[in-house]
């Protein structure tokens, strides 16, 4: 378990960097743009993406790390962010607490500076305060609690962004049915509780599958776009098709154990980033090449389309009044 904190930390260090290179003092690019064709579309940031997914191949991590999954969570928190909302409304958050509840975000922008410096440096030392902060969010649905992998919530208003990811780099026939599954079950239990929430689904495959095993890829194209398409499912599904140039990760076929909440107390944590050590530009020059195979996705799961409607959707189900940012984000896009 030391090992796999100490991979987590080191990826903590390396993507928090690289998401501040692209958001230098924290001004994100704006991902709306109107195409050739006069319409507005979503332009990820797929250079960002291509980095931050280098990290856990640079590590050596492997899948039960719980680092290639987390890749994809930075990268949507990174998106969401893009879109117009705010560094502390969409977790993961880019700095350590991931989890921070908007109301103790907007108490310490109202404490005097001294208060404010003493409350921060107790949230940001090791260790998670229950019912503060955390290193991951569980949500509870209509029969049990579902960690969620990327969220945007607040008391006054419940969830309304929900994404869960899942990451499959090998063995496809053996692991693409339970995943498969399992996504589609949490689906059902969060929506039943949460229906105005914005719920998507993001699944990352490792390119190979195309040549591998290129049925088993086919028969999950169509899964991921029918979970996408259920009136009782999500809203939409996304996939991130993702070519090495060296190594793979290491699929052991299994993620963390998401397990159940701990007992009220302190809870250990494992996104405590250590101290710079001056090198991380040059871990981020080296970091292995990746490749988005957007020519290979079906556009019914291509992730710009995902993100354009998951953000549609929150702003659809929310007064006027509310995110601002990303309402002012979309209406101005930038020429294509």
């Known amino acids: 378990m030391a090992t796999e904190k100490t991979a987590k930390a080191k990826a903590w260090a390396l993507f928090d960097r690289i998401v501040e290179i692209a958001a230098p003092d924290g001004e994100h690019t704006n991902p709306w743009v109107i195409a050739a064709d006069g319409k507005r579309r979503y332009q990820p940031d797929y250079g960002t993406l291509c980095l931050l997914l280098g990290v ?5 991590a492997n899948t039960q790390s719980g ?3 987390l890749a994809l969570d930075v990268w949507l928190s990174y998106e969401l962010r893009r879109a117009g909302f705010g560094p502390d409304q969409t977790w993961p958050r880019p700095e350590h607490p991931r989890i921070l509840p908007a109301s103790v975000a907007n108490l310490l922008k109202a404490l005097p500076r001294e208060d404010a410096t003493a409350v921060k440096k107790l949230l940001k030392k090791e260790g998670a305060i229950t019912g503060v902060t955390s290193a991951s969010a569980k949500i509870l649905g209509k029969n049990y609690l579902k960690q969620v992998d990327v969220i945007i919530t607040d008391w006054s208003t419940g969830p309304e962004l929900l994404i869960s ?3 499959m780099d090998s063995s496809f026939g053996k692991n693409a049915p339970n995943r498969v599954e399992e996504s589609y079950g949490d689906a059902k239990n ?3 509780r949460h229906p105005q929430a914005a719920l998507g689904f993001v699944f990352g495959l490792s ?3 195309l040549v591998e095993e290129p049925g088993t890829a086919e028969w999950l194209f169509d899964l991921l776009i029918k979970l996408g398409q259920e009136d009782d499912a999500y809203h939409a599904t996304g996939l991130v098709l993702m070519e090495y140039s060296g190594a793979s990760v290491i699929d052991d076929g299994e993620e963390p154990e998401q397990g159940v909440p701990e007992e009220p107390g302190v809870e250990p944590q ?3 980033v250590p101290a710079a050590d001056g090198d991380l530009e040059k871990s981020i020059a080296k970091l292995p090449k990746v490749k988005i195979r957007l ?3 079906p556009d019914e799961l291509d992730p710009g389309r995902f993100l354009a409607a998951m953000v549609d959707r929150v702003l659809k189900a929310t007064p006027v009044t509310m995110h601002k940012g990303a309402r002012k984000r979309r209406a101005e896009p930038a020429s294509f």
């Open 165 to 167: 990811t899942k990451r």
């Open 270 to 272: 494992d996104d405590v």
């Open 190 to 192: 969060l929506r039943l």
């Open 295 to 297: 020519d290979a996705t």
């Open 207 to 209: 390119a190979n599958a």
């Open 56 to 60: 856990p191949l640079s590590l050596k």
């Open 67 to 69: 680092v290639p999954a």
